[in-house]
């Protein structure tokens, strides 16, 4: 998988919440990438997702991020403190909005076509489930899936 697709398995969630998102057709093209990694601009990715990319860049302490291992990093250690810290946008988040903005690890309980039944601890503590999207990968039940936003973005690996 191409390391842009990657952010964006992870990134591309967010924009659906956001008041100021990308184009329809601009999230139809990016959906379209992650599904047939297919090359997609850094700078475009850059632009559209600025916060994102600045704060992985801070994370990480240098500025050519485009690493899966760095991405990765960032999104499973540093991701959901930045959310509950209420960094950036997140200031004046309420609790539904910082649970479903943090990046967890659950469980598939249910899968009917596309869509998932998932069980995790937020990052309070307490047990939740919830439908996620399960487009962009290939999960069954009991598997371990890392959800964000209500997408499922990647199998644990």
């Not at 503590?125 to 439908?131: L, T, W």
């Not at 290939?138 to 644990?156: G, M, P, R």
Request: charged share 35%.
């Amino acid at each position: 998988m191409r390391v842009e697709n990657y952010f964006l398995r992870y990134a591309l969630p967010c924009v659906y919440s956001r008041r100021e998102k990308p184009s329809d057709l601009d999230i139809e093209i990016l959906e379209g990438c992650i599904r047939e990694d297919a090359p997609v601009n850094r700078l475009k990715l850059e632009e559209l997702f600025s916060g994102a990319i600045e704060r992985i860049r801070r994370f990480s302490g240098i500025q050519d991020i485009w690493d899966e291992q760095v991405i990765e990093d960032y999104f499973k250690r540093q991701h959901n403190l930045d959310v509950i810290n209420g960094d950036g946008s997140y200031v004046r988040a309420t609790r539904l909005q910082k649970n479903i903005s943090c990046v967890y690890l659950a469980e598939v309980l249910e899968k009917n076509g596309l869509w998932l039944k998932v069980k995790y601890k937020s990052f309070d503590g307490k047990d939740e489930e919830r439908q996620v999207n399960g487009e962009f990968i290939n999960a069954d039940v009991s598997d371990k899936v890392y959800i964000h936003f209500f997408h499922a973005v990647e199998l644990e690996r």
